[in-house]
């Protein structure tokens, strides 16, 4: 988003400077320029594209965790960094989180790590430990096994002692005494009195577990009507009551037990957490390393320090006069704090320069609201709205507030069909004082609607050796994304034109006019890039890759995989394969299987050099170098000196591209944290978790995948919402923590 906002404010400063008179004067116009434009303002209008070029540093135009960067870079004693601190790789951090881990579990805590091992369930401990580090504020301080168990309403000590104390109050004995002569000969009947007949003398947990099936639904939260019949619940008289309070009490038991549970196991996080915190921390500290949420917390930290933060502010307020805040709906907590103490001297009045005229500018929409995300609340956008508001006034100015009910990116069918769906909905940022408009009344604007489409519950005959996670061509996600690539070339191939805007002129779709936007990345999103690439339409693919799982990144590792280990057979075949070399599945057939028993790939390969002097060229060069050079050297010379790149390229397509700059990326990363050599870094990589974000040009003409995250801030002019009626999940990355 921030490269995005310095694009298109060069392209507008930039056209300012080529504009006649006439026409810059109607553009400021437009734009809402008070006073007379006179041909001074005119002229400052057209120098403006050159003092943005030129400005020390370019335009301060960065992230939040950016600008907190620099901050700390520039006071790193008074914020207690290093000054040669750096910005910490995801890899780097499960690494040392791992290594943490390991050495806790040999040591004095194992029990403490052993009992957080036994929590995993479906997640792996570096789940648990991200979910950690992600929430450290909570555990420091830790709170204490009883403020555990009273936030999540849990008692203490025996979970059972305490189930069987609420479900077996005595008000049950005489209901359950009478309930066997109110039997009939009913299924129903002969499964309560089997269960009866197996209840203890003494109420237990086996008799709560015994009459939880009996009487409750299989989730245990509330009475199964199936359990009686009506005579039974007839006969039963003024029983009856008992019967259904006493279900309720079951219910409530099994309530109580999954509350102890989750206390237990948060109880354990938090006994975990205690001694993982403060030594990940300190490792962190001894390698210089901060992470994102450090660079917030620490500069939050410097600012609002007693000792320092007066003179810290004072040379901060020297070199800022305006301060845009963006998408602040976004903005968490501490982030808003960190935005506070920068403005403060602004709101209080006159700062080290009291001639200069010094503003705030925030921008932010609730209904654009990322929730969670990094910690923001867009209930805190209204509580600084009225601390902006208050301290203001107490400097004699006034806070402006502007509501920009125009919109001038789309047309009115579509708000129209915005507002109507929301309507209602005040807490989303849709009150019902607020309808939008288009800046464009007359541009004209279609919003079609698809039928719902399911997947049929159809066995399909599939060959034996055919993957079983294998989509389906009947599944509702194949055959949906087929019909959108569908669409989309038949738009572009019968001269379907969009309207003109601005004084542009009409001109044909084309595919960089597509922006498709989906909830996650799985489900109906590769289907879409599968679909398009079918069909030979252009596509940019996803907006964000895992790099282990490229194509082009495993040809390159299995490679130097064999480099690090010519033992490693597969590892050879895997390259010989591969776009690297080229070999067909014959030729390796060949070599493999005419072999003496027991020989090595590469000895085999060796002994019939004649045959193949390019591969065996490339390999012995490259085994050569492999004890010399750095990986990312090793890499490069792949790439470049064996003509690698453009063999990937040519046969995968330019999205290696992508892929084969992140590995050259990881390989400087691990070489600036560790010490370089082959094996060290085949370690480091052997993962598929790492994702890079690809920056996918608007201007290149090809159909865009995303998802509403990662488009925040993009606009096209037609846009294709595929899965607007699958139902949210809740989140399950990890809710322990």
């Known amino acids: 988003a921030a490269s995005e906002m310095q694009n298109r404010l060069f392209e507008r400063l930039g056209e300012w400077a080529m504009l006649n008179t006439e026409e810059l004067r109607r553009k400021l116009t437009e734009l809402g320029a008070d006073g007379p434009l006179d041909d001074d303002r005119l002229r400052d209008a057209r120098t403006l594209f050159a003092q943005a070029i030129e400005a020390p540093g370019g335009l301060k135009i960065q992230t939040i965790h950016s600008f907190c ?6 006071f790193p004693l008074e914020a207690g960094v290093t000054p040669q601190f750096t910005e910490m790789e995801d890899r780097a951090a499960e690494l040392l989180q791992a290594e943490v881990v390991d050495d806790l579990a040999e040591g004095d805590h194992r029990e403490i ?34 403020e555990v168990y009273d936030r999540i309403g849990a008692p203490m000590g025996d979970p059972k002692d305490h189930v069987v104390r609420l479900v077996f109050d005595g008000s049950e004995q005489a209901m359950l005494a009478h309930l066997p002569a109110c039997l009939d000969k009913s299924k129903a009947a002969e499964k309560i009195l089997r269960a009866l007949a197996q209840l203890p003398a003494t109420p237990d947990m086996a008799s709560f577990e015994i009459l939880s099936q009996l009487f409750l639904l299989k989730d245990r939260s509330r009475q199964s009507t199936s359990a009686t019949t009506k005579k039974i619940r007839s006969d039963l008289g003024p029983h009856l009551d008992t019967l259904e309070a006493f279900c309720e009490r079951l219910a409530q038991g099994h309530e109580l037990l999954r509350a102890c549970d989750l206390a237990a196991k948060q109880w354990a996080i938090t006994r975990f957490a205690e001694v993982f915190v403060p030594e990940y921390e300190r490792r962190k500290q001894m390698r210089g390393w901060l992470d994102y949420d450090d660079l917030i917390t620490r500069t939050q930290s410097l600012l609002n320090n007693p000792s320092v933060a007066a003179w810290v502010l004072y040379k901060l307020d020297g070199g ?45 929409d609730k209904k654009q609201s990322i929730y969670s995300f990094q910690g923001a609340d867009p209930r805190e956008f209204d509580r600084m709205q009225e601390h902006f508001r208050d301290h203001l006034a107490g400097s004699g100015h006034a806070l402006t507030e502007r509501s920009l009910s125009y919109s001038f ?22 009150p019902a004082s607020v309808r939008h408009s288009a800046f464009f009344a007359d541009m004209p604007g279609r919003v079609d609607l698809w039928e719902d489409l399911q997947t049929e519950d159809t066995k399909e005959d599939r060959h034996w050796y055919d993957p079983l996670d294998r989509v389906s061509p009947e599944h509702a996600n194949r055959v949906l994304a087929n019909r959108i690539a ?7 191939s019968d001269g379907t034109t969009l309207p003109a805007r601005d004084g542009k002129t009409a001109r044909r779709v084309t595919a960089g006019d597509f922006l498709i936007l989906v909830r996650r990345r799985s489900g109906i999103f590769p289907e879409i890039i599968r679909a398009c690439k079918a069909a030979g339409l252009p596509i940019a693919g996803a907006d964000r890759l895992k790099v282990g799982a490229e194509v082009a990144v495993k040809d390159l590792a299995a490679l130097l995989s064999f480099l690090a280990t010519p033992e490693d057979d597969l590892s050879l075949a895997t390259a010989l394969r591969s776009p690297l070399f080229g070999w067909s599945e014959q030729a390796l057939f060949d070599i493999a299987h005419r072999r003496d028993k027991g020989r090595f790939l590469w000895t085999a390969l060796r002994d019939r050099a004649a045959e193949f002097p390019d591969t065996l060229g490339i390999l012995t060069d490259l085994l050569g170098q492999t004890d010399f050079l750095r990986p990312y050297d090793l890499i490069e010379r ?30 400087l990363a691990y070489e600036r944290s560790d010490i370089p050599s082959l094996t060290g870094f085949l370690v480091w990589m052997q993962t598929d978790n790492l994702e890079i974000k690809r920056q996918i040009d608007a201007g290149s003409d090809m159909i865009r995948v995303m998802t509403v995250h990662g488009a925040k801030g993009l606009e096209a002019p037609i846009v294709i919402l595929p899965d607007t009626a699958m139902y949210p999940r809740p989140g399950s990355t990890n809710p322990l923590v």
């Open 320 to 364: 800022i006069d305006h301060v845009l805040v963006d998408e602040a709906q976004d903005t968490s907590p501490t982030q808003w704090d960190v935005v506070r103490n920068l403005v403060g001297e602004i709101t209080s009045g006159e700062g080290a320069r009291a001639d200069t005229d010094r503003t705030i500018f925030v921008v932010g």
């Open 113 to 146: 790590v052993a009992a957080v091992a036994g929590l995993r369930g479906e997640n792996d401990l570096s789940t648990i430990t991200r979910g950690i580090v992600g929430n450290r504020a909570a555990f420091t301080p830790a709170p204490t096994k009883q």
């Open 409 to 430: 990116r789309t047309s009115s069918a579509i708000l129209r069909v915005v507002d109507t769906c929301f309507a209602g909905q005040d807490a989303a940022g849709f």
């Open 69 to 74: 960067a620099g901050i700390l870079r520039r």
């Open 486 to 492: 569908a669409r989309i070339g038949q738009i572009c």
């Open 638 to 667: 792949i790439l470049t000196r064996h003509d690698g790149r453009s063999r990937l390229v040519g046969r995968l397509g330019h999205e290696a591209v992508d892929g084969i700059n992140a590995l050259l990326g990881q390989a």
